[in-house]
């Protein structure tokens, strides 16, 4: 079989791989590109991000107009979860073009519908529906991602997963009465608030005692009490089992407090998070691989300095704009010659938990700081007093944000609330560059946008 010779291969074409891919073809390297999708984007456009969101942002105008309801925008607005999901697949569909378009446009580059596997250390297998290619690879980047983790519980196969709600023409059409959750992490938390926006009668099981395990519990108080109270949760559950109900639902068996019970919902979704995508061959070529992913440090590289592994696969921050930050850092030490010229900082991804309300947080967190022995001082900001929160009758939650107690340089923040997901990206670019307390405080930003919540937050110290 003839070997192809190749500048740069990587193994996917999401996140974590296209951007070096198009960064190294401008630069004149020949890349090929392995994804059995066929398409750029991996599962954050195939399953994930957008497609969650497109619902997410459909219920939340819904929600906003039931809260404006006694202010002018009264009359009932009908719910068509069928024509909300061919909204989710439309803008896949455009997406997918786009990428198609950018790829048709780009030179040096191809991609290839398959799957790969590493033979050797400058040696990659593809398997494609046409037979088996080889490539000889100067660079490699494995950027495989993530897949759902099903765990080893009788009846399992009875539930559904992220990749079947949001898939394109995912598996719900119609709108569930009884929807169980079973993970109270960010894909079961999300999820539960969207359904119970729409109407769905959600109840949420989650085996530890905090919501979104991992992170900061000061953060996740203060979300908890802003959910939707008709969202049933319950915490310290085991689930045991999941069974057909005589009329064709499901039946969730769990323990709790040493007590059984059994609950029936129309569908029940398994989201008990995700692991990392290891492609055949990584172990065999003395890749090191751990139970989050594969082990980098801050320039992407294993072991061996020419092999990359970026975003999901490595699990060190898997969330897909931090794969895209990890795949341009990948291309630039590629550049350099596998002398790394470039780093990721893993401490300052903003991270945004899609809630309704949402949460989001950057940086150095009080439970962090607590633990590394680091003193903080505190501006808050409430939203109560925020015009546009008011305006908008979304008074609830508010931004904190944490310096040093010493040189008061941000070192981090969260922000519950209204626009959560825009203003973390605001601190954590002003964390990210080192701004203190001072410089946020002299800064006005506009009014009445909730932005000038973070200026009003670092005031608050002086
Ligand atoms: C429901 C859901 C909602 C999410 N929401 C958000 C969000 O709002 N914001 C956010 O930042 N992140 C979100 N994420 C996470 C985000 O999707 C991931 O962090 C991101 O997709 C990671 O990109 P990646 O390139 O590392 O991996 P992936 O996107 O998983 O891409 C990996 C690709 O590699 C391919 N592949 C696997 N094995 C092989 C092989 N052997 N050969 C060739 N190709 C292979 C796969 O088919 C896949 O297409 C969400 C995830 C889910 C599931
Ligand atoms: N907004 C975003 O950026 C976003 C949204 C969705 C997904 N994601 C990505 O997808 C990943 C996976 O999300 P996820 O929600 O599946 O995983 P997760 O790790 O965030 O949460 C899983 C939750 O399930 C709980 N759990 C584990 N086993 C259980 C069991 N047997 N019964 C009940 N609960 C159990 C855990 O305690 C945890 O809280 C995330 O880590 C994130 O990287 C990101």
Redesign the pocket.
Known sequence: MAIQHVDLLTIGAGGGAYPAAFRLAQAGRSVIMVDPKGAMSGNCLYE?CVP?KAIRETAEIYQSQQRLAGHGLAGAISIDFTKITMHKDAVQARRYEQHAAELAAARNIKLIQGTARLLGLHEVAVNTTDGEQRFHCAQIIIASGSDVFI?PIPGAELCLTSHDLYKPDSVLKTLPERLIV???????L?TATFFAALGTRVTL????EQL??GMDPGMVTLLTPLLDPAIRIRTG?D?TAVTLTPEGGRRVHYTRAEETDTLDGDVVLM????RPVIPVGTTEIGIAVTEKGIDVGPSLQTVHPHIYACGDVNGRV??FHAAVRQSMVAAHNILGGNIPLDYADFNHVP????TLPAAAYVGLTPALAEAQGIKLQTGRYDFAEDSRAQILERMEGGIQLFFAADSLRLLGGWVVGIDAGQLIGQIGTAAAHGLTAYDLARFADQHPMSAEGIGKAARSLF
């Open positions: 994930g969650s765990p079973i993970g109270g992490g960010y894909i079961g999300e099981l989650q085996k530890g979104l395990s559950v689930v989201a008990v998070g995700r898997p969330l991270t945004t938990v899609f």
